[in-house]
């Protein structure tokens, strides 16, 4: 009984490759362990090559806020350094100065002569000159003073209203004379239409007075002040 032959005997190009490379051209084979030449079959299953990171950059925001901050601050300094500073007085400008006269009234004060009448709210007011009196051997500066109410309801009047001023600009509260006589101004209040008058002195110190000044105290009109 004879074997029969294999199809691939003598035929050594033919026999099967169970896990070896197919034949290269020219019926090479690659040798035993070693990769197929380059170029010649994909290699699978290789990772990806991924780019490294990017350098983060750094961050320069607060460098830059502050460097913002420290410039606001010296502008600042630098600008309200010298605000405070003030132009110093020329002697020329003291010296052209004119010097207030003493009794003169303040601005916005009503300015009249002694004798004539002037209107503070619903009151028509006068005072005379001022006249040294005698009493008990005390002599005081006295001023006669006339309000008549042209309003409709009652005014208020009162010698502590009044002020005397010196050559020398001492200003002194006026009060009722030594003698509290008839010729004293009391206080009260005056009706309509009405007209009352009265005498007010000052002090014994205040005996050389050349102004005369209604200022009440409660009152929102301007003062008026009596001189010659």
Same mark, same amino acid.
């Given at each position: 009984?004879?074997?029969?032959?294999?199809?691939?005997?003598?035929?050594?190009?033919?026999?099967?490759?169970?896990?070896?490379?197919?034949?290269?051209?020219?019926?090479?084979?690659?040798?035993?362990?070693?990769?197929?030449?380059?170029?010649?079959?994909?290699?699978?299953?290789?990772?990806?090559?991924?780019?490294?990171?990017?350098?983060?950059?750094?961050?320069?925001?607060?460098?830059?806020?502050?460097?913002?901050?420290?410039?606001?601050?010296?502008?600042?300094?630098?600008?309200?350094?010298?605000?405070?500073?003030? *132009?110093? @007085?020329?002697?020329?400008?003291? =010296?052209? &100065?004119?010097?207030?006269?003493? /009794?003169?009234? !303040?601005? +916005?004060?009503?300015?009249?002569?002694?004798?004539?009448?002037?209107?503070?709210?619903?009151?028509?007011?006068?005072?005379?000159?001022?006249?040294?009196?005698?009493?008990?051997?005390?002599?005081?500066?006295?001023?006669?003073?006339?309000?008549?109410?042209?309003?409709?309801?009652?005014?208020?009047?009162?010698?502590?209203?009044?002020?005397?001023?010196?050559?020398?600009?001492?200003? *002194?509260? @006026?009060?009722?004379?030594?003698? =509290?006589? &008839?010729?004293?101004?009391?206080? /009260?209040?005056? !009706?309509? +239409?009405?007209?009352?008058?009265?005498?007010?002195?000052?002090?014994?110190?205040?005996?050389?007075?050349?102004?005369?000044?209604?200022?009440?105290?409660?009152?929102?009109?301007?003062?008026?002040?009596?001189?010659?």
């Amino acid at each position: 009984m004879t074997t029969p032959q294999s199809p691939y005997q003598g035929h050594p190009q033919q026999q099967p490759y169970y896990g070896q490379y197919p034949p290269q051209q020219g019926g090479q084979y690659p040798p035993q362990g070693y990769p197929p030449p380059q170029g010649q079959y994909p290699q699978y299953n290789q990772a990806p090559q991924i780019p490294p990171p990017a350098p983060k950059k750094k961050r320069t925001g607060l460098k830059v806020t502050l460097g913002i901050l420290v410039a606001i601050v010296v502008i600042a300094i630098a600008t309200g350094g010298g605000g405070d500073e003030q *132009a110093p @007085a020329t002697a020329s400008g003291d =010296a052209n &100065a004119a010097p207030a006269a003493a /009794g003169a009234p !303040a601005s +916005g004060d009503q300015s009249v002569k002694f004798g004539q009448e002037a209107t503070s709210g619903d009151l028509a007011i006068s005072a005379s000159a001022p006249e040294q009196v005698t009493e008990f051997g005390m002599t005081q500066a006295c001023s006669t003073v006339t309000y008549k109410n042209n309003g409709s309801s009652p005014a208020s009047f009162n010698p502590f209203d009044w002020k005397f001023t010196t050559p020398a600009g001492v200003e *002194a509260s @006026a009060s009722i004379p030594f003698n =509290a006589g &008839a010729k004293a101004l009391n206080s /009260g209040q005056l !009706a309509p +239409g009405g007209t009352t008058s009265g005498m007010i002195c000052g002090d014994q110190q205040t005996t050389d007075v050349n102004a005369v000044k209604y200022a009440p105290s409660f009152s929102f009109s301007d003062p008026i002040t009596w001189t010659n």
